[in-house]
């Protein structure tokens, strides 16, 4: 489902192609820059997967994010308690990048979020929600991608 989700916002404006992105927690918006173009929406932290260390931290025990930036990764979460699925509560988990990218499919499942992001940042990748996307152009037209229906 991700991947299918990805590619429609890849194949729309441009997901996993921009040369760069910026996370303002204070906002609560990531923004990707392109050269004709940015694209800008709305976005959680699910979490952070530290490849050499082996680990996924949740982002509702990052204490680095700011309490607007966790809400996602809070209502999995509650999913969680609420479901006895104890793994899914635990603040940090060793994880392998298949761990993590599991761990992402099940939060990105459980809130039937509408896009997806996995942020490089440094040692860690930053694994995010986002929802309707604005598009604006070099030119300052704007345009709004939006997924409604998903399976």
């Known amino acids: 489902m991700i991947e299918r989700v990805g590619r429609a916002h890849s ?52 204490e680095g994010l700011l309490p607007n930036m966790r809400q996602d990764a809070e209502r999995v979460r509650a999913w969680a308690e609420a479901n006895g699925h104890e793994s899914l509560t635990r603040t940090k988990l060793d994880a392998t990048d298949d761990t993590a990218a599991t761990l992402a499919a099940i939060a990105f499942r459980v809130l039937e979020a509408t896009g997806f992001y996995r942020a490089p940042a440094g040692a860690a990748n930053v694994f995010l929600t986002f929802g309707q996307v604005t598009i604006t152009t070099s030119d300052g037209n704007s345009s709004v991608f939006t997924i409604t229906a998903r399976t």
Do not use: C, M
């Not at 910026?22 to 990707?32: A, E, P, S, V």
């Not at 173009?37 to 025990?61: D, M, Y």
């Open 11 to 62: 194949d729309e404006w441009g997901l996993g192609r921009a040369d760069t992105w910026n996370l303002d927690q204070t906002t609560g918006l990531i923004r990707w820059s392109f050269p004709d173009k940015t694209a800008e929406a709305r976005a959680q932290v699910l979490g952070t997967h530290n490849p050499s260390a082996g680990t996924w931290l949740w982002g509702w025990a990052n």
